[in-house]
Each structure stands twice: as structure tokens, then as C-alpha cells.
């Protein structure tokens, strides 16, 4: 079933229990004003009338704010749907164009990534064209929050590129297995809570919001052919590596390991985030991002979730501060994707196998509206 059509259902049996519970106060305000009535006459008559009328007032406002919730409910899921239908016979025709044309436009970007390989300056260089393309991404997408925030939230596409690192003695970092369960997690989570589908960057890849969420399988996921060396196996300081040479050499990969989306990177509109599964990203950390890059790193996944160094949300949360999501307590909400131990209270902990985070309404607006979220 569509996920606007869902949410369309989810939102009207809500209306409906509005309304019941607004029945029942209506009755039970009813019940205490006859009750606080004074008993003797014409004392009660006008308060008898006035409870009465009061009531009547009550259920006829319940009723009809049921009806405009129900109303609107529809009028939004239907603008929804349309938009769905629209953006899937657009997308047939703009992906197919892209899977042709876009290795031409790819091979003049990477001229660009190129001089984003140079140490220092490279990083100024990404910089400059992520920050331009974070504030664009924001202004264009202005009139998509003032939908989603009416309630009115289409499916929109998140592309991803996976490469799982071999270390110094050509071993894979993590299984392949492992990798593909934690994508299905980050892949099931931001379809259900913002409608925004996670797809592999790669060629004549359709997709339609008439769909359920996409099943991750191992041609998601790709084992980068080279060594690497103990700076990007075990990234330490986010910044520090970024402005140094293991930044110049994550981006060596990114653009040469996910070649196809470098028009997309340059000029910032539906950037793919590349998603580095490294070896060790610690002290208490599971995974590293900027925020402003375009690539997350997440510590090597073993499938043993009584490993301290292991959580199943891991993916799914480092995509999350791509799209501008910060951390929160949590105390604040422990199921909440971008939930951290320590972050507000250096003592709070939290278990690493909590498999089903959840994002809020706040945190769907900001990640529909990162420059990586689009309709295209």
C-alpha cells in the first residue's frame, strides 16, 4: 500500500479518537457542571441551561472539528498521491536520461573531485561547494516543508553508495551480510517515519512511491578492490582527518569507488552519501560524520549485537547528521534514531541492541529538506 495512502489512515483513525475522547469530556464536563449547579430556583434553571447549553455547544464543536480533520486528511493524502504518480512517470524518464548521459556528466565532475583530492585546499574546495549546495538544497526545498509540515509528504529519493574497506593485509573489514542488515534497518526506518526511499547509486535504478521499502541485497554493497591504510581504517577526529590526508584519500575512493554520482556530489542536487565501513572509529563511537561531507564512516560490523563495538542503528544515524539531524538526550527518547549515550549526561548509557529507532516530526521536515532528499 502507498505510504501516503497509510499515513492517510494512521491520521484519520486519529481524527476519530480526537473526536471520541472529545465526546467523552464533553460528557464528563457535562456530568460535573450539573453536579456544581446551585439547588435552589431560578438559581438552577439558568444553570441547568447553561450546562445543557454548554454541551450542546461541546459536541457540535467536537463534531465539527472531526469532520475538517477528516476533510483535510483526505484533501492531503489525495495531493499526495497525485504528486506520488507525477514523480513516478517523471522519474522513468529523468532516470533513464541520467543512466545515460550521467557517466558523461560524472567524467566532467570528477575533473572537480579531482582538485578535491589535494590535501587542505581539496577540503577547502568541498567545503565551499557543501555549503552552498546545504543552504540551496534548504531554500529549494522551502516550499516542501511547508507541505510536509501540513502533512502533505510525498515520496522523496535518498541515494547511497556502500564500500566496506580491506585492511592492511587485504581483509574485509566486515561480512558483506552483516552490511546488507544494517542497510535494511536504515532503509525500513526512513521509508516508514519521513517516506523517503534509500536507493543504491547506480544506473537505471526506478523507483515509484507506490512501492514498499526497498529490500537491500548484496549488490548494494561493494568491497573496495585496494588496501587501506590505519588513517581510514581507524578515523579518530572526523575534523582533523578531513582537513588532512585521509580526507584526500576518502575522496580518491568516493569518486573513483562511486564514480557515477559525481555530477550529482559537484553540484550538490541529491548528492549521494557514500557510507565507509570502516574498522574502528572509537573512543565511544560507532560511526563518524561531519554532517557537511558527503561520507559517513561506520565502524565494522560483526552481527554480534553483545559486542559493545556494534549497533544495528549505526547506518542508519550517520546518514542522519548528513541530513542535518543532531543528537539528542536520551532521556529525551531513547528509541530516537539520532539518540547518543553520553551526549547530554557523560554517565547515560543505552543498549546497543535497540533495533527499531524511530525519527520524530521535527527531525522527518529536516531530513526531507538535506540537499541529499529529493523527488529526482
Known amino acids: 500500500m502507498p505510504r501516503c495512502i497509510e499515513w492517510g489512515e494512521e491520521r484519520h483513525q486519529e481524527c476519530t ?155 574485509p573489514t566486515s561480512n558483506v551480510a552483516d552490511v546488507v542488515a544494517m542497510l535494511q534497518l536504515a532503509v525500513d526506518v526512513y521509508k516508514r517515519d519521513a517516506n523517503v526511499r534509500i536507493v543504491p547509486l547506480r544506473p537505471f535504478n526506478y523507483s515509484s512511491g507506490f512501492a514498499e521499502a526497498g529490500t537491500v541485497d548484496e549488490s548494494w554493497v561493494q568491497v573496495d578492490p585496494n588496501n587501506s591504510d590505519s588513517e581510514l581504517l581507524d578515523p579518530e577526529d572526523s575534523f582533523k582527518n578531513e582537513w588532512g590526508t585521509a580526507g584526500s584519500k576518502f575522496q580518491w575512493k568516493i569518486s573513483t569507488l562511486c564514480f557515477y554520482g559525481a555530477w550529482r556530489r559537484v553540484s550538490g542536487f541529491g548528492a549521494p552519501i557514500t557510507v565507509f565501513i570502516v574498522r574502528d572509529t572509537r573512543p565511544r563511537s560507532l560511526g563518524r560524520s561531519l554532517g557537511i561531507t558527503d561520507y559517513v564512516v561506520v565502524d565494522a560490523m560483526t552481527g554480534d549485537v553483545t559486542n559493545t563495538n556494534y549497533s544495528p542503528r549505526t547506518p542508519a544515524h550517520e546518514i542522519g547528521h548528513s541530513c542535518m539531524l543532531l543528537h539528542v538526550c536520551v532521556d529525551d527518547g531513547i528509541d530516537n534514531l539520532m539518540a547518543t549515550a553520553g551526549h547530554c549526561d557523560p554517565d547515560s548509557t543505552m543498549s546497543p541492541d535497540r533495533i527499531n529507532p524511530v525519527m520524530d516530526n521535527g527531525q522527518v521536515l529536516l531530513v526531507r529538506s538535506s540537499k541529499h532528499v529529493t523527488y529526482f
Do not use: H
Open 17 to 171: 479518537e480526537t473526536e471520541d475522547r472529545g465526546y467523552d469530556e464533553c460528557a464528563r464536563e457535562e456530568d460535573r457542571g450539573y453536579s456544581e449547579c446551585c439547588t435552589w430556583a431560578p438559581c438552577s434553571w439558568f444553570c441547568n441551561a447553561w450546562v445543557w447549553i454548554s454541551n450542546v455547544v461541546c459536541v457540535a464543536w467536537t463534531w465539527v472539528s472531526n469532520v475538517v480533520c477528516i476533510a483535510w486528511t483526505w484533501i492531503t493524502t489525495a495531493v499526495c498521491v497525485v504528486w506520488d504518480v507525477i514523480t513516478t512517470v517523471v522519474n522513468v524518464i529523468l532516470v533513464t536520461l541520467e543512466s545515460i548521459f550521467g557517466w558523461v556528466l560524472s567524467a566532467l565532475a570528477f575533473v572537480i573531485e579531482l582538485l578535491q583530492m589535494i590535501p587542505g585546499l581539496g577540503a577547502l574546495i568541498r567545503w565551499i561547494l557543501n555549503g552552498i549546495s546545504y543552504v540551496l538544497g534548504i531554500f529549494n526545498s522551502l516550499s516542501d516543508l511547508v507541505l510536509g509540515a501540513l502533512g502533505i509528504r510525498p515520496e522523496k529519493i535518498l541515494r547511497i553508495c556502500t564500500v566496506i574497506l580491506r585492511d592492511e593485509n587485504g581483509t
